[in-house]
Nanobody, 131 residues
Framework: QVQLQESGGGSVQAGGSLRLSCAASGYTYSSYCMTWFRQYPGKERETAASTYTGIASTYYADSVRGRFTIPYDNAKNTLYLQMNNLKPEDTAMYYC????????????????????????WGQGTQVTVSS
């Protein structure tokens, strides 16, 4: 069974940085959609950043572009979310998720298909940014 283990959340002041990690085990993701979703209380999960590991293409939500990066380390089977210049509005629960790229679609499917297509999920990690 595939497991995604997240770590790295915590509390930080505005302007600070955090790095989230998502280690995959039970399978190796050679060419997968991998996405960091975030969820505010009472809201649906939204895509913060996404990558298709096969060609290392990436997508960032407008709200995080220029501040977050989503590298994937193939050797360690680990997805990261490097978050810089954090803002109070980044406070949320962050989840990593992975899914095979659907047949017949391009890599943009990874970030346009939505959270419902993802079958493998981490347990979530809380990020709190104080002003």
């Amino acid at each position: 069974q595939v497991q995604l283990q997240e770590s790295g959340g915590g509390s930080v002041q505005a302007g600070g940085s955090l790095r989230l990690s998502c280690a995959a085990s039970g399978y190796t993701y050679s060419s997968y959609c991998m996405t960091w979703f975030r969820q505010y209380p009472g809201k649906e999960r939204e895509t913060a950043a996404s990558t298709y590991t096969g060609i290392a293409s990436t997508y960032y939500a407008d709200s995080v572009r220029g501040r977050f990066t989503i590298p994937y380390d193939n050797a360690k089977n680990t997805l990261y979310l490097q978050m810089n210049n954090l803002k109070p509005e980044d406070t949320a629960m962050y989840y990593c998720a992975a899914e095979d790229l659907a047949i017949g679609v391009t890599d943009s499917w990874c970030w346009t298909a939505g959270s419902s297509v993802y079958s493998d999920w981490g347990q979530g990690t809380q990020v709190t940014v104080s002003s």
